[in-house]
């Protein structure tokens, strides 16, 4: 029981998606529709590319990318901006939760030694970097994911609606670099390389199925098998680093948003809400309830789906819930020896605000408010 309890507290979005699915059941009792309603091919899709990334992850590629990058860097500035920007781009094809969980503890390491201050603006531009960047793909973050997996958008329409605020996103985020002190970085005498041997081979090939499945060439569920055959034959650690209790807490919205639809009053209200203006509601939403919830939750009530899609990317910036991957940098960056939780909470809510300002801004100006 304790074991049981201890996780409760720990997965705490779980939690509340868990208690969110079942009180749901008040409004609509169980039936067929809560099981129609649980996107299976989404689901497919995610487990599929969270053991290929974690499968790469584990032979050192996105180290070694990162080692490459910052290989000749001899100031932090410089260090903070290229770290950055392998962070933006990074999220695109990784996801941003993994451009996170992978650069943030190689920025710790890189910038020992380093005042607080240029730590923290590091980690925070990065944050930034990997919930704005992500947006661009469908596969840089789940709720892209699942727009696209549920055939609510094509896999142009990611780069076609987000390439304007990816642009000012760089821009800003180079800006916000010039915040961080032109001190010379240590010399750290790790080596770039990578491991695993065969396991490379099977993971470029796995990618290839999870790539093929997104491009709709083979289904969801052909690309899944492959990928957990592999995995098993080859690395059956790797489903160890799948995060299984993602896929849980995205069953229990499915069965939650399935429960909403049946209930007429709540339906028409949130149908309400989005008839006003999809992109700024999604936004709102995001800073309370995180975006991929706010996705699942607000998509079946809209039919301006591109404008939902960029509240819920644009919504992942302002408070530290609004994306799963602000958490994941919070929690890394305050196990870290020496740090500063509370600065790291003042530089990441001004940047974020700032940020987000500058990107509803660009919004209003071309007509998408």
């Known amino acids: 029981m304790k074991k049981l309890t201890a996780f409760f507290r720990r997965e705490i979005v779980f939690t509340v998606a868990l208690i969110a699915a079942l009180a749901s059941f008040l409004l609509a009792a169980p039936g067929r529709h809560t099981v129609e309603g649980i996107d299976t091919t989404t689901l497919l899709m995610l487990f599929t590319l969270m053991t290929v990334i974690a499968g790469l992850k584990r032979v050192g590629l996105f180290d070694l990318l990162g080692r490459i990058v910052t290989a000749r860097i001899r100031t932090l500035r410089a260090l903070a901006a290229a770290l950055t920007l392998v962070c933006f781009f990074l999220a695109m094809v990784a996801t941003n939760d ?6 943030v503890p190689f920025t710790l390491m890189l910038m020992q030694g380093a005042g607080k201050r240029d730590v923290i603006l590091t980690v925070v531009l990065e944050t930034i970097a990997a919930n704005l960047g992500s947006m661009v793909t469908p596969i840089g973050n789940p709720q892209n994911l699942y727009l696209y ?28 670099a010039l915040l961080v002190s032109r001190g010379e970085t240590r010399e750290t005498g790790g080596e770039a390389r990578l491991e695993g041997g065969v396991r490379l081979w099977v993971y470029a090939a796995l990618g290839a199925a999870a790539i093929l499945a997104v491009a709709k060439v083979i289904p969801a569920w052909l690309a899944a098998v492959i990928v957990l055959a592999g995995a098993l034959v080859f690395d059956r650690g790797v489903l160890r680093q799948v995060d299984f209790v993602l896929l849980g807490t995205f069953v229990c919205f499915f069965v939650f948003v399935a429960s909403i639809k049946e209930c007429q009053p709540v339906k028409s209200w949130l149908e309400g ?11 709102a939403a995001s800073q309370v309830i995180s975006n991929v919830p706010a996705c699942l939750l607000l998509s079946p009530f809209t039919t301006d789906i591109p404008a939902l899609m960029l509240g819920v990317n644009l919504g992942g910036l302002g408070t530290l819930v609004a994306s799963l991957a602000s958490l994941i940098s919070f929690k890394l960056y305050g196990a870290s020896e020496g ?4 600065a790291f909470m003042l530089w990441f809510t001004v940047l974020n605000l700032l940020a987000l ?12 408010i």
Do not use: E
């Open 273 to 283: 809400l989005m008839a006003s203006s999809p992109l700024l509601v999604s936004l």
């Open 149 to 176: 997996s549920s055939g609510l958008l094509t896999l142009a329409d990611f780069p076609r609606l987000t390439w304007p605020y990816a642009l000012l996103s760089l821009i800003l985020l180079l800006a916000g």
């Open 339 to 342: 740090s500063a939780k509370g």
């Open 357 to 368: 300002a500058a990107l509803l801004a660009l919004a209003a100006a071309i007509g998408q």
């Open 98 to 103: 993994v451009a996170l969980i992978t650069l």
